[in-house]
């Protein structure tokens, strides 16, 4: 088997309104489970209040509090890198993609110098698609239709991608969250090339696709990356690495086991690229 990797993990409830437990003890159950090294990637903190997550709301924080939180979030998992030495921890941080956003992310690089960052997408034209499913519904009446929904997800995450290039790439296919016939929206010709596109410039710039194995664990039958995209990724000799998304000690590894055996049975070779810092 190979070694247990997480590129995309590490939420504690101490930094995400969303996740629970303390990042230490979230830290110790990765070291229980001999991960040879994990990413943390807790979210950055929004541009303005605007983009507050509920459950961020409703524990009284603003955006200014949530930048102290993510401060002090990076002073704490540096400190536990150095205690817990013996597995490996990156010190990461995961994107937002809205209006305003891209400045605001290379600030926090410049300021903070994170080990690497996951670019990921939350929202299309500042419409949060990734929770409860009216959310998705209303983009969809917003962009006019699922496939204009789904061209459009993938134009942003190009733009995410030139604009930030990240060394990670988190859910690539995230936008099928709460579509339940996702699977048909990869054969029609307009998605199919952004995702093809989207590819081949993740190749050019050598960046690694996060494996996400969370979905399982929230009942859906594959993780992201859905397998046609996974094996395009495969053809174009993309970097692709598990990612536990763990939110508690209790999603700590969940699954990737199965993640890794699927892509080994894709043909995926098991020997998992680290992350770099990649600045724009």
């Given at each position: 088997?190979?070694?247990l990797?997480?590129v995309?993990?590490g939420?504690?409830?101490?930094?995400?309104?969303h996740?629970?437990?303390?990042?230490?003890?979230?830290?110790?159950?990765?070291?229980r489970?001999?991960?040879?090294?994990?990413?943390?990637?807790?979210?950055?903190p929004?541009?303005?209040?605007?983009f507050l997550?509920?459950?961020?709301?409703?524990?009284g924080?603003?955006?200014r509090k949530?930048?102290?939180?993510?401060?002090?979030?990076?002073?704490?998992?540096?400190?536990?890198?150095?205690?817990?030495?013996?597995?490996?921890?990156?010190?990461g941080?995961?994107?937002?993609?809205?209006?305003?956003?891209?400045?605001?992310?290379?600030?926090l690089?410049?300021?903070?110098?994170?080990?690497?960052?996951?670019?990921?997408?939350?929202?299309?034209?500042?419409?949060?698609?990734?929770?409860?499913?009216?959310?998705?519904?209303?983009?969809?009446?917003?962009?006019?239709?699922?496939?204009a929904?789904?061209?459009?997800y993938?134009?942003?995450?190009?733009?995410?991608?030139?604009?930030?290039?990240?060394?990670?790439?988190?859910?690539?296919?995230?936008?099928r969250?709460?579509?339940?016939?996702?699977?048909?929206?990869w054969?029609i010709?307009?998605?199919?090339?952004?995702?093809?596109?989207?590819?081949?410039?993740?190749?050019e710039?050598?960046?690694?696709?996060?494996?996400?194995?969370?979905a399982?664990?929230?009942?859906?039958?594959?993780?992201?990356?859905?397998?046609p995209i996974?094996l395009q990724?495969?053809?174009?000799?993309i970097?692709?690495?598990p990612?536990?998304?763990?939110?508690?000690?209790?999603?700590?590894?969940?699954?990737?086991?199965?993640?890794?055996?699927?892509?080994?049975?894709?043909?995926?070779?098991?020997?998992?690229?680290?992350?770099v810092?990649?600045?724009?």
């Open positions: 088997m190979p070694d990797v997480s995309h993990g939420h504690s409830g101490e930094f995400c309104s996740a629970k437990d303390t990042l230490e003890a979230i830290i110790q159950a990765y070291v489970r001999n991960f040879r090294w994990v990413g943390i990637t807790e979210h950055m929004p541009l303005n209040d605007a997550y509920i459950e961020e709301r409703e524990t924080l603003n955006s949530s930048f102290d939180r993510f401060s002090t979030y990076v002073e704490t998992c540096r400190r536990l890198r150095e205690k817990y030495a013996s597995s490996k921890i990156f010190v941080f995961e994107t937002e993609w809205y209006t305003g956003s891209a400045d605001l992310v290379h600030r690089v410049d300021q903070f110098e994170p080990d690497y960052i996951v670019g990921s997408l939350h929202h299309v034209d500042d419409i949060l698609i990734d929770g409860k499913p009216e959310l998705f519904w209303r983009a969809v009446e917003t962009l006019g239709s699922v496939e929904l789904y061209c459009r993938f134009d942003q995450q190009l733009e995410l991608i030139n604009a930030l290039r990240p060394s990670v790439i988190g859910h690539f296919d995230l936008i969250m709460h579509d339940p016939d996702y699977a048909m929206r054969d010709p307009e998605i199919q090339w952004r995702i093809r596109r989207n590819l081949k410039r993740i190749k710039l050598e960046l690694i696709l996060d494996f996400n194995v969370a399982l664990r929230k009942g859906a039958l594959e993780p992201y990356i859905s397998r996974l990724a495969l053809d174009l000799g970097s692709v690495v990612g536990d998304d763990s939110h508690g000690v209790d999603s700590v590894g969940l699954q990737v086991e199965e993640g890794i055996k699927i892509l080994l049975d894709a043909g995926f070779t098991g020997q998992w690229a680290k992350p810092v990649t600045r724009s």
